[in-house]
Each structure stands twice: as C-alpha cells, then as structure tokens.
C-alpha cells in the first residue's frame, strides 16, 4: 500500500532543524549603522554629495534615519570637496516670504538656484552662515534655516505675543553660533529695554525645547549684526543712546562656556551697522568701513583677540570699477575660504541686467567682477522687496526636525 506522503507529521527533530534556520529579526541601531560608515575606507555614503543624500533620505525608513542621524552629520566628508558658494536673500513681492538663492563663488559667475521659501513674512535681520545655516531674526521670535536640506523650524516665541513687553522689541536681537567641540548650535538673544536700561539674555540650544537665561552680559543695547568664528559670536552693541548718535563697544559670546567679554573699539573704528559690518578672514575678525570715500574701503582687523591689538588695512578700488561701484552702494558683504572678500550691491539689478559680485584678493591684489543669473529683477512698484543680502554657503545635511 502507497503511503501519502503529504499525510506524514515531520519528526520532532525535523522540526527542531527547520526552528534554528528561522533569522529572528534585530531593530535597527542607527549608530552601529554609523560606526560601519566610519569605519569604511572605501568611497561611502558619508562621501556622497548633500544633494545625494537628500534624495537617498525617500527611499526607505533605514536610509532616512541612517543619513538624518547626528553622528551621520558628524562623520559626512561629502567627495570632491564642493566649492565655496554664496547664499542671497531676498524678499518676495510685499515681503510676504523670505527667498534663498544658492550660487558657486566661481571666478565665471554662473547661475543662482532657488533653494528655499520661508513664509510669512521678511526678518529684520538675517545671519551670515554659520557652517550653511543661517538664522532669521523677528524679535521675540526666530527661525533657523538649511537651505540645503530645504528646511525651516521656528524658535519658541520668548512671551505670548499679546504681552505688554512686545510693544518694546527694538533691541530684542537673535544671532547665531556654532560650538565647534561638542558641534552644537546656540541661537542668543539679547533684549535690551532703553526705557529701563537693562539687558536680559537668552539662549536656545538647537535640539531643545525652550529658552534659558544667561547672566553676566553687559546691559546694552545689540545692533542687528553678527559673526561667528572659532566658536565665539561677535556682534557691536550700543552703550549710550543719542539723538547725535551713541558710542558702541564689540561684545562677544563663548558658545561652549555662554561667557561674554566686552572689547573697546579702537579710536577711529566705525559704531554703526548701516556704514560698515563684521566679516572674518582667515579666522580672524574684521570691520569693514564702507563709507569712508569713493576712493575705497578700510578695514580694521583684530590681530591680537585677548591683547585688543588692531591694525588698519586699505582696499582702493579699480579705476574701471569706481564709478561702478559707488553708483550702485556696494558693501563688504563677507567672505569666502579661498580668502577673498564679497562685495556686492544692496539691491537688486535691474531687469535684463545681471547682478555683479565682486571679489578683492588682499594678498594677491586681485579685483574681478562676475555675473550672478537667476535672482529676481528689481520691482519699481514694490521697492520694499529690492533688497538682497549675500553670505559664504557650504551645504550642509544637518537635519533641523
């Protein structure tokens, strides 16, 4: 007689064989993921380009998570190196938006994407970039911005909007640093009340959910600039209020020990942020006076941070340049890590004219002109929404949510 053999019951050690080739299923450890990358000699994800692993971050959960990571930011040595770029900022028609436009620092221009669009509205300020992130200032209020990743979050408000105090925001000012040792991101807000003479700070550490206070800051009053460079924040505050102006000192911030310092500004050496603006070059700090003539710029640079030494350095403009240059209110705008230094227009051009950048070489004395395309054209109806603000740009995947 036939046996069936679909009938037969498999064997109890059958059955013990099959049970030890089931794979039990492990959870996902995004920093054994990365221990793995880091480990990796060979070109990895952590050498892939920042638009790369932007799209990467849609194909699965494990890719999400892996590149989203902060160790993953950590250990991203993105392969070739980009090249320096620049970040314009620029508001929409009736400054209801914020606009990013991202371009290469390339000695032959080129083209300036649309990379991100921020609404509600226009900041009164926004921030040089700080390692590619840039932070928007509304007073009681503040957004940090990656325009690589196409990324916005809003800080916490620092009181509810219907308080009383709101109505005093003048000097309520928020800047950006970057603590190069542990890599955290710190916006500091100073709120200077001039009816009361005091001053309170705040900082808010990227990641956190709400402000805390710090004490020891002097009691003036914060101008809508600043630089962060080698982990400390440096911005000028006013220290008497006039109606035939006041007298400004330099403040800085230690981002890692939320210590200040306040530095004199040598004799001579512009106060106000609307004549002059802080830039840094080869690691050191700069004030750029841009109103001096027509004839060029003066720059004070700070040679000695802890001995307050300061030496003075002229950049005399091309003949074929002048007249360029002081029709259209060119400013010292920043620089880039070739050791150069941005100037370009307050406002945008007009249409079917393209938009200069200039780059000065104090080493070399090399000054070029390049054409920027792509940003918007200038509005006759709407001059409100003219004015754009140039930064050094380096992508960056740091995740903001």
């Keep these: 007689m036939l046996e069936n053999k679909s009938d037969k019951q498999p064997t109890a050690p059958a059955i013990g064989v099959r049970e030890t080739k089931r794979r039990k299923a492990t959870p996902y450890s995004p920093s054994k993921s990365i221990s793995e990358v880091r480990n990796n000699s060979s070109p990895s994800s952590n050498q892939l380009p920042v638009k790369s692993l932007i799209r990467f971050r849609c194909v699965s959960k494990f890719c999400s998570i892996t590149i989203s990571h902060p160790s993953f930011v950590t250990v991203h040595q993105p392969y070739p190196r980009p090249k320096p770029g620049l970040l314009f900022t620029c508001a929409t028609r009736l400054q209801l938006a914020q606009t990013f436009f991202a371009a290469t620092a390339s000695q032959n221009g080129g083209p300036a994407t649309c990379c991100l669009i921020v609404p509600p509205r226009f900041s009164r300020y926004t ?108 911005f000028r505050s006013w220290t008497t209020l006039g109606t035939n102006g006041g007298l400004a000192v330099l403040v800085s911030f230690d981002v890692q020990t939320e210590s200040f310092r306040v530095i004199n500004l040598p004799r001579g050496a512009p106060y106000n942020v609307a004549t002059s603006s802080l830039i840094q070059l080869k690691g050191r700090l700069i004030i750029a006076d841009y109103q001096i003539d027509s004839e060029g710029y003066c720059l004070w640079v700070v040679e000695d941070y802890w001995n307050e030494i300061w030496t003075q350095h002229y950049v005399f403009f091309p003949l074929c340049l002048k007249k360029t240059i002081t029709g259209h209110n060119v400013i010292v705008s920043g620089s880039i890590d070739t050791g150069e230094i941005i100037m370009a227009p307050q406002c945008l051009s007009a249409p079917f004219t393209p938009f200069y950048v200039y780059y000065c070489n104090l080493s070399r004395g090399h000054f070029i002109s390049v054409k920027i395309f792509g940003l918007p054209d ?20 740091l995740p903001l949510s």
């Excluded at 009361?196 to 020891?216: A, N, S």
């Excluded at 409100?384 to 740009?393: E, F, G, K, Q, R």
């Design 127 to 234: 921030t040089q970039s700080v390692n590619g992130i840039v932070c928007m200032d509304f007073g009681i209020c503040a957004t940090i911005c990656n325009p690589s990743t196409r990324q916005a979050i809003s800080l916490p408000f620092l009181c509810p909007k219907t308080s009383i105090i709101t109505s005093n925001t003048y000097f309520c000012v928020n800047v950006l640093g970057f603590n190069p040792n542990n890599k955290q991101y710190k916006v500091l807000n100073s709120w200077g009340n001039y009816n009361l003479g005091t001053t309170e700070y705040r900082v808010f550490t990227l990641g956190t959910r709400k402000w805390r206070r710090v004490h020891g800051g002097p009691a003036f009053f914060a101008q809508r600039e600043s630089i962060c460079i080698g982990g400390i924040i440096f």
């Design 378 to 397: 200038y509005d006759a109806f709407d001059t409100s929404s003219n004015n754009v603000a140039i930064t050094n740009y380096v992508e960056n995947i």
